[in-house]
C-alpha cells in the first residue's frame, strides 16, 4: 500500500505545484504582454492532479495489508485531500479569471471615466480605415474639447468635477449609436469614431450630441448643478489623411480651430 500510494501522492504534488507554478507564469505573462492565459492547460495540469490525490485514496484500499477498518480510513482521507485540492484548484482559477477581468478592463478602459482608452482607439480606429477602404464606405471622426472642466475643477473641487466627468462619459456613451467608439482622449478631450457617417452626417451627430449635453445638468456642490459645454472638430476619412496618424491629427486641428474661434468670439463679446 506505502509504494502505491506514494506514488500516486508523488505524482499528485508534482501536478498540483506545477500547475500552480503554470498559472502564476501565464498570469505574469498576460499582465505584462496581454498574452492571453491558456485555461484548458491549467485545468487539464489540475485535472491530473486531482486524478492523481484521486488515486492516492483508492490505492490505500486496493493495496493494504492492514485491516479493513485502517482501509477505510485510509480511503476516507484520501478523498478529503482530493476534496480540497480540488476546492483550492478550483479557487486559483477564480482567481485567475477575476484578476484577468479586471487586468482587461484596466488596459483597455479609462480609469475614470470607464470611456474606451487610447490604445483601444488606436487599434480600433485603424480596423475602421482598413475596413472604410475595403467596402467604400465613409469614415468620421468626432474630436471635442469640454470647454469648462477647468472651470468646474477650480470653483467645485476635483472630487466633484470627476463625478460629473463621470456622469458626462455617460451621457455621451448612450447618445452614440452601437458601432461608434467613444475614448477619453486626454484629460478633457473626447474622441468618437463614426463609421458610416460623412462629414456633414457627423456634423449633424455633433450637433446633436451638443444639444443633449448642453441640456443635462450636473450636480456639483450642496444641491449646485451645472452644465458642460463643448466644442467640436469633424473630419472624415479621405486622401488628405490618408494615415490613421494623419487622421488623428486632422481631427484635433479641426477641434483646436473651432476652440481657437470659440475664444475669439468670447473675447469680443467680452
Known amino acids: 500500500m506505502e509504494m502505491h500510494s506514494l506514488y500516486f501522492v508523488g505524482y499528485a504534488l508534482m501536478f498540483t505545484v506545477g500547475g500552480i507554478v503554470l498559472s502564476k507564469a501565464l498570469y505574469v505573462r498576460k499582465k505584462k504582454e ?28 486496493y493495496y493494504t495489508s492492514s485491516s479493513s477498518s485502517m482501509a477505510i480510513a485510509g480511503l476516507f482521507v484520501g478523498i478529503i485531500l482530493s476534496i480540497f485540492f480540488g476546492w483550492q484548484i478550483n479557487a486559483v482559477i477564480k482567481k485567475i479569471q477575476a484578476d484577468e ?13 470607464g470611456l474606451w482608452n487610447r490604445r483601444v482607439f488606436h487599434k480600433t480606429l485603424k480596423k475602421e480605415i482598413d475596413n472604410s477602404i475595403t467596402v467604400k464606405t465613409p469614415l468620421s471622426l468626432l474630436m471635442f ?12 473641487g476635483y472630487e466633484p468635477g470627476d463625478l460629473i466627468l463621470r456622469r458626462f462619459a455617460k ?28 462629414v456633414l ?40 489623411t490618408s494615415s490613421e496618424p494623419a487622421f488623428v491629427e486632422a481631427g484635433e486641428k479641426a477641434m483646436f480651430a473651432a476652440v481657437d474661434a470659440r475664444l475669439n468670439l468670447d473675447k469680443a463679446a467680452a
Open 34 to 61: 496581454g498574452i492571453p492565459i491558456n485555461y484548458k492547460l491549467v485545468k487539464v495540469i489540475f485535472g491530473l492532479a486531482l486524478v492523481m490525490w484521486t488515486g492516492a485514496a483508492f490505492s490505500g484500499v
Open 101 to 113: 477581468e479586471t487586468i482587461e478592463q484596466l488596459a483597455t478602459h479609462d480609469a475614470l471615466t
Open 145 to 156: 474639447d469640454i470647454d469648462n472642466l477647468c472651470e468646474i475643477n477650480e470653483k467645485y
Open 171 to 198: 451621457v455621451v456613451s448612450g447618445f452614440v449609436r452601437p458601432g461608434d467608439l467613444v475614448c477619453r482622449f486626454r484629460s478633457k478631450e473626447v474622441a468618437i469614431i463614426l463609421p458610416g457617417l460623412d
Open 201 to 240: 452626417a457627423a456634423q449633424g451627430f455633433a450637433n446633436n450630441l451638443k444639444a443633449e449635453i448642453a441640456a443635462q445638468t450636473f450636480d456639483a456642490s450642496e444641491g449646485e448643478k451645472v452644465s458642460i459645454f463643448v466644442t467640436e472638430g469633424v473630419v472624415e476619412y479621405s486622401d488628405q
